[in-house]
C-alpha cells in the first residue's frame, strides 16, 4: 500500500473556499444555496477526523465534489430562468 502523504489544513481550507465560490456561480437560488449549505455540512461533519486515511478520502472526495459542481454551474448557467426567485427579489 502507498503512504498516504498528509493533507495540510491550506489545502482543506482552500478546497472549502474553491467549493463555495463555486456554489456563488449557480444562478438558481436554490442550487445556490443548496450547493452552500451541503459544503457547510460536509466540512462540519467532517471537522473530527484524525485518521490519515480518512482525511485523504475525504479531501478526495472533497475535490470530486468540486469538479462536478464547476461543470454542473456551467451548465445551468446556459439554462438560467429569465426571472429571479422570489427569495432574491428585494423590497423597496
Known amino acids: 500500500m502507498a503512504a498516504i502523504s498528509s493533507i495540510s489544513r491550506a489545502e482543506v481550507l482552500s478546497l472549502y473556499r474553491s467549493l463555495l465560490r463555486t456554489a456563488r456561480q449557480f444562478c438558481d437560488y436554490n442550487i445556490r444555496e ?50 429571479k426567485s422570489v427569495m432574491e427579489i428585494r423590497p423597496n
Open 34 to 83: 443548496y450547493s452552500k449549505r451541503r459544503t457547510i455540512d460536509a466540512f462540519r461533519e467532517n471537522r473530527a477526523l484524525t485518521d490519515p486515511a480518512s482525511i485523504s478520502a475525504a479531501y478526495s472526495g472533497g475535490k470530486s465534489q468540486l469538479e462536478i459542481a464547476k461543470r454542473q454551474a456551467v451548465v445551468y448557467s446556459l439554462y438560467a430562468p429569465k426571472i
